[in-house]
């Protein structure tokens, strides 16, 4: 079944995208949250952040994101775009229990995301939030890492990937306390196209996830921005994709919901922070962007072969100097001398 096609004018400006029954999480109808899924256990998904955002007016709202590195954040653009302040919340389960709280106004949204439009659905809804201290990782805060680049164009098509956030409960019911996660599974981009009746926000950098074994299950309300992750071909955790829309028929129809694929924007990333998020499986860390682990092998390398070099260097040199020493004070024994040369290591 197709959904009805809602298109939006280039009018005053705002930019031509198809809506084909999309919308945000946070003002879909019907069932609202991380729908038919379980409550989250402590360190269960410690890359999770819950987000606040406050608006000119002083309205909030909230969102999800994921902790990718000691200083920045993964989020979706219409999270941030026209915020003043944003508060996030770090190694948390139940809301009222965080391990950390920061407040942030420094956030970068994907230089094709249109900030002026936020309300309208559109492609590379993505941003990061560079965080105003750096976050300490503990046993309830951890990093998840990005999609590699050379999988952005994988396909999940039937692949078991995870969701999680804070949306509501169910139709019409109030924000739960407990982080929330479910099961999705991966759909192939021409199958979501379709159900999305050819929808042009479908795009090589979207990923769509439909319900795993319940038909309700997706993600809703409180949920945007939040991780859609994969255990990767090392067995690791990856951040595939970034919650962005879901049917405006309600979360709980059997629609799939749509992701930002991490892995596109690695230049990106990497123009704007100077950190390389991309890994290979064979030199993969410990889960966060792979540049710290890459550049601390790197120094690790570099100072074994520094100290080698240095060590080799100064065994020489004593050798040197020892044959140096040796030679003369036996040249100068041999002439009747006093004197003697000693020198020490330096």
Same mark, same amino acid.
């Given at each position: 079944m197709l959904g009805y096609i809602v298109l939006v004018l280039a009018v005053a400006g /705002?930019? /031509?995208f198809a809506g084909d029954q999309l919308t945000f999480p946070e003002v879909a109808r019907g069932a609202a949250r991380i729908v038919s899924g379980w409550e989250a256990q402590e360190g269960q998904i410690p890359h999770q952040i819950s987000l606040r955002m406050v608006n000119p007016g002083g309205g909030v709202s909230s969102? *999800? /994101?994921? %902790?990718i590195h000691h200083e920045w954040a993964l989020t979706a653009a219409h999270c941030t775009a026209a915020r #003043? +302040? %944003?508060v996030l919340r770090f190694g948390t389960v139940n809301l009222t229990r965080p391990a950390l709280i920061q407040e942030s106004t420094e956030y970068y949204n994907h230089p094709s995301y249109n900030e002026a439009f936020p309300g309208v659905v559109q492609p590379n809804d993505i941003g990061v939030i560079k965080l105003r201290r750096p976050v300490e990782y503990t046993d309830l805060i951890k990093p998840v890492r990005i999609q590699r680049s050379a999988d952005k164009d994988k396909s999940y098509d039937r692949v078991q990937l995870t969701a999680s956030g804070w949306g509501l409960l169910w139709t019409q019911a109030t924000s739960p !306390?407990? %982080?929330n996660w479910v099961y999705l599974l991966g759909v192939e981009n021409s199958y979501c196209r379709v159900r999305y009746g050819f929808s042009s926000i479908i795009q090589d950098s979207t990923i769509c996830a439909s319900a795993y074994n319940v038909s309700s299950q997706s993600t809703c309300q409180g949920? +945007?921005? *939040?991780p859609l992750t994969v255990v990767? #071909?090392? *067995?690791q955790l990856s951040v595939v994709g970034v919650t962005s829309? #879901?049917?405006a028929t309600g979360c709980h129809t059997d629609f799939p919901a749509g992701f930002i694929r991490a892995g596109y924007y690695h230049d990106w990333y990497y123009q704007l922070t100077g950190i390389n998020f991309d890994w290979d499986p064979e030199e993969a860390g410990s889960g966060e962007g792979s540049s710290e682990g890459s550049n601390e092998n790197s120094n690790e390398d570099s100072n074994e072969s520094s100290n080698e070099s240095s060590n080799e260097n100064s065994n020489e040199s004593s050798n040197e100097n020892s044959n140096e020493s040796s030679n003369e004070n036996s040249s100068e024994s041999s002439n009747g001398s006093s004197e003697s040369? +000693? !020198?020490e290591d330096k």
């Open positions: /705002a930019p /031509a969102c *999800g /994101a994921s %902790l #003043v +302040s %944003l !306390e407990n %982080l949920d +945007s921005g *939040g990767d #071909v090392d *067995g829309f #879901v049917s040369t +000693s !020198e």
